[in-house]
């Protein structure tokens, strides 16, 4: 991959981590408004922050391997 489709992918995948970040702290806010006694909001917050760890692994490895950063 050239230094362009790495620049590309660098680019969508903080965009992914951005909208992840938005859904975290939507879910955050909704669960503290429940007193944290939604199982199911928990459950969602859990997942996003899994995708949001795996995407931000991604972001650090390209980073690692690239060096148009």
Same mark, same amino acid.
């Given at each position: 991959? $050239?230094?362009?489709?790495?620049?590309?992918?660098? @680019?969508?995948?903080?965009?992914?981590?951005s $909208?992840?970040?938005?859904?975290?702290?939507?879910? @955050?806010?909704?669960?503290i408004r429940s007193k944290w006694n939604s199982n199911e909001l928990q459950n969602e917050l859990e997942t996003l922050v899994e995708?949001?760890?795996k995407i931000t692994k991604k972001i650090n490895s390209l980073d690692e391997n690239t060096s148009f950063l």
């Open positions: 991959m $050239n230094d362009d489709e790495k620049g590309k992918q660098f @680019l969508g995948l903080i965009d992914e981590q $909208n992840l970040q938005r859904s975290i702290v939507v879910k @955050l806010s909704s669960l995708e949001y760890s």
